[in-house]
């Protein structure tokens, strides 16, 4: 091979031209180039070199291998492989050059000093790759994953569009829900005041309040900015608060200690029925005769879903005064049938102290 370097080292009965024709015949582009001379010309190339780069070997011995870059070529890429071969270091990296009828390639490349037996470089061996096809490939999946990330981006735009119209169509249902609860808990509670007192007064003043609780309800739904869930702590202090607004706090008093627990928005009209039964029938029947008291309210997060319990230290169920016409208890027992839990009344000793549990499977913390 004309121009093949000599001196190196060769396997024993290996000659230089034995190995010139295993480099001349291998499929990888080689390129050696003789640092020794100026400018670092180029003393040998083989065949895939000479395809690769459509230069016949007499345009290419003697010139220095930037003649292959051009217009687009990375000047980063370019000084980094000088700084290395300045400092006879090797050298691996992507360049983009330029073909002889100027074709640009990615040409992928290892550069390695070829030293004497002192150290001194006497070569410098290139194998080279084109790499086009792998980086148009990484192109056209960079294109197809920005094509995907819009739709993604459009997609999600439009759910939240979407979520957000729904969001302000609940919260204008719950709105408008309160309002009409409101106005037909005040009609009831004008028709009750005109009613003489007896039970007919009672039942409309008591479904009053219920509905005020619903009212209630739905006004803390209106207020949350999650339409699907809300906040069980709040939720429960904002009807105690109404509860407790007519209360004489010298003689009786709620307390409240309530898990702050994120439950479905489904379960807030129940327990907001429930609750207000039990703690205003608590507040009505378990402190006669000026009786001090207090009514206390837990909630709390078990293994089953959550632990409600409502307890007085009043008179107690059966020291109570009977309520033939009444139908609380009935109701609360409805309430928890709806609510899939389980109901417990016991002594307190004193008083009345009432547990519910209620399974928790759609709600979370």
């Not at 990484?138 to 957000?164: F, I, K, P, Q, W």
């Not at 007896?198 to 999650?226: F, K, N, P, V, W």
């Not at 016409?325 to 049938?337: K, Q, Y």
Request: hydrophobic share 45%; net charge negative.
């Amino acid at each position: 091979m004309t121009g093949f370097p000599n001196g190196a080292t060769l396997p024993s009965g290996m000659t230089v031209d034995v190995f010139a024709a295993a480099f001349e015949a291998s499929p990888t582009p080689m390129v050696v180039t003789d640092p020794r001379r100026d400018d670092n010309p180029v003393v040998w190339v083989n065949g895939a070199f000479l395809a690769l780069t459509g230069y016949a070997r007499e345009e290419i011995y003697g010139r220095n291998c930037r003649m292959l870059q051009g217009p687009r070529t990375d000047p980063t890429v370019s000084r980094a492989m000088r700084e290395a071969l300045a400092a006879e270091r090797p050298f691996e990296g992507e360049v983009f050059n330029y073909r002889k009828d100027g074709t640009p390639f990615w040409n992928g490349m290892t550069i390695t000093p070829v030293r004497d037996q002192t150290g001194a470089v006497l070569f410098f061996f290139s194998a080279q790759a084109d790499m086009t096809d792998k980086h148009r490939l990484e192109v056209a999946m960079r294109d197809a994953n920005d094509a995907l990330e819009r739709l993604v981006g459009e997609r999600t735009a439009d759910l939240r569009s979407a979520l957000e119209e729904k969001t302000a169509l609940l919260h204008e249902v719950d709105h408008r829900v309160k309002n009409n609860l409101q106005v037909i808990s005040s009609l009831m509670l004008l028709k009750a005041r005109r009613t003489p007192v007896g039970e007919a007064r009672d039942a409309l003043q008591g479904m009053a309040d219920r509905i005020g609780a619903l009212s209630t309800a739905h006004r803390m739904l209106y207020s949350e900015g999650d339409v699907s869930r809300f906040d069980f702590r709040e939720f429960t202090a904002d009807l105690i608060a109404d509860l407790a607004a007519g209360l004489d706090g010298d003689r009786t008093r709620i307390e409240t200690e309530v898990e702050a627990l994120a439950l479905s928005a489904a379960m807030a009209a129940p327990l907001a029925l429930l609750i207000h039964e039990l703690a205003t029938n608590a507040l009505r029947h378990a402190f006669p005769e000026e009786r001090h008291g207090r009514v206390a309210i837990e909630a709390h997060r078990c293994e089953d879903g959550m632990r409600l319990v409502i307890e007085d230290d009043g008179v107690g169920v059966e020291a109570a005064t009977p309520n033939p016409s009444g139908f609380g208890r009935t109701l609360v027992e409805m309430v928890v049938r709806q609510l899939r839990g389980r109901l417990e009344w016991s002594d307190a000793g004193p008083g009345t102290r009432i547990a519910i549990t209620i399974p928790l499977a759609e709600a979370a913390l």
